[in-house]
């Protein structure tokens, strides 16, 4: 199956950093990817959705200037925290979907990554 | 709105026993409902869609567009099913994935 990558998996910062988080589609071509921010014991909750080559779609809520994407290329989007602060730590999960065959639009999910701000 | 409700937040059964985790949705067009799974300390995967009208590791799903219903189920739980559980919907195509809350199922050897 499709594999999605993140990286770092786990991230220690200080308050008032940024600090940027990988999302990379290994072996298909990721023509969409959404980011997801999940908090203890809940569900995910939808951040943005990036399409290859055009600026993200921001969910209501979602500060824009603090949590900056970029897919700049069909396997790869970023997610860069700004300033952030303790209550930017969360679990952070992307997933990817593109133009499988056999798995069209379905989305794959990154492992997440931990941030914790200090 | 979209929305997936997801009553339980903890299943939990024996094995062997039947399972059936609930899943309600408000959406106003036509979904595509979706059962993820995640296990211990593992990354979320897709466990089916209902689309598919498939089963998978023994678990089905119907989409009762009456009732707005996509329970999962299963006649005969095993242990290695006790995972966390999330229902989700999304509009037809390419488009973002608004989840439930989950539900965690345990089960008891």
């Known amino acids: 199956g499709a594999v999605v990558s993140q990286h770092p998996s786990r991230v220690i910062c200080k308050s008032g950093t940024s600090v940027k988080i990988e999302c990379r589609s290994l072996?298909?071509?990721?023509?969409?990817m959404f980011w997801y921010r999940q908090f203890p014991k809940q569900s995910l909750m939808l951040m943005a959705t990036?399409?290859?080559?055009?600026?993200?779609?921001?969910e209501q809520g979602v500060e824009k200037d603090k949590f900056l994407i970029n897919h700049a290329s069909l396997t790869l989007s970023t997610l860069t925290v700004t300033s952030a602060h303790p209550e930017d730590s969360s679990f952070y999960i992307c997933?990817?979907?593109?133009?499988?065959?056999?798995?069209?639009?379905?989305?794959?999910f990154g492992p997440g990554t931990r941030l914790t701000v200090l | 709105a979209q929305r997936v409700t997801q009553p339980e937040k903890l299943l939990s059964v024996f094995k062997g026993a039947p399972v059936e985790l609930k899943c309600n949705y408000s959406y106003s067009g036509s979904p595509e409902l979706f059962w993820y799974v995640q296990y211990s300390r593992q990354r979320l995967q897709l466990l089916l869609r209902?689309?598919s009208r498939e089963s998978i590791k023994g678990f089905t799903a119907d989409l009762n567009k009456g009732e707005t219903s996509f329970h999962l189920k299963k006649p005969f739980a095993q242990e290695e099913d006790s995972a966390m559980y999330y229902c989700?919907?999304?509009?037809?195509?390419?488009?973002?994935?608004?989840f439930g809350k989950g539900t965690r199922l345990s089960v008891i050897a």
């Open positions: 072996d298909f071509q990721a023509t969409t």
């Open positions: 989700a919907l999304s509009a037809a195509g390419n488009t973002p994935l608004v």
């Open positions: 990036s399409n290859e080559g055009s600026k993200a779609t921001y």
């Open positions: 209902h689309i």
């Open positions: 997933s990817a979907s593109g133009t499988l065959a056999g798995a069209p639009n379905e989305q794959f």
